[in-house]
């Protein structure tokens, strides 16, 4: 069974940094738009950031733009999620996803088919 392993959350500052990484279990990830996602309770899962197979990245939330970069490595099956000025309302668990095509993104979470975990981000003001 594919698998995906977030990792990286924590407490911060606001003002703070956090790198959030996603490790797959096979390299078929990698043939896949990876999108980043969060979720506070009582709330729906809320797109944050999409990156190509290619390593473009294709799309970010507007709440997020300019302080949030996502990326990947395909040698290590890894994508991350950087974090800067980070804001209490960024508080949430995070979660990374694939897309369920091999070709096209989406910033839709139904539009994905495995998901990890979760990490919490937790931003003290």
């Known amino acids: 069974q594919a698998q995906l392993v977030e990792s990286g959350g924590g407490l911060v500052q606001a003002g703070g940094s956090l790198r959030l990484s996603c490790v797959g279990s096979?390299?078929?990830?990698?043939?896949?738009?990876m999108g980043w996602f969060r979720q506070v309770p009582g709330k729906e899962r809320e797109f944050v950031a999409v990156?190509?197979?290619?390593?473009?990245?294709?799309s970010y939330a507007h709440s997020v733009q300019g302080r949030f970069t996502v990326s990947r490595d395909k040698a290590k099956n890894t994508v991350y999620l950087q974090m800067i000025n980070l804001k209490p309302e960024d508080t949430a668990v995070y979660y990374c996803?694939?897309?369920?095509?091999?070709?096209?993104?989406?910033?839709?979470?139904?539009?994905?088919?495995?998901w990890g975990q979760g990490t919490q981000v937790t931003v003290s003001s």
């Open positions: 996803g694939r897309y369920r095509w091999n070709t096209g993104w989406s910033t839709t979470s139904d539009e994905y088919d495995y």
């Open positions: 096979e390299s078929t990830f990698n043939l896949y738009a």
């Open positions: 990156v190509g197979w290619n390593g473009d990245s294709l």
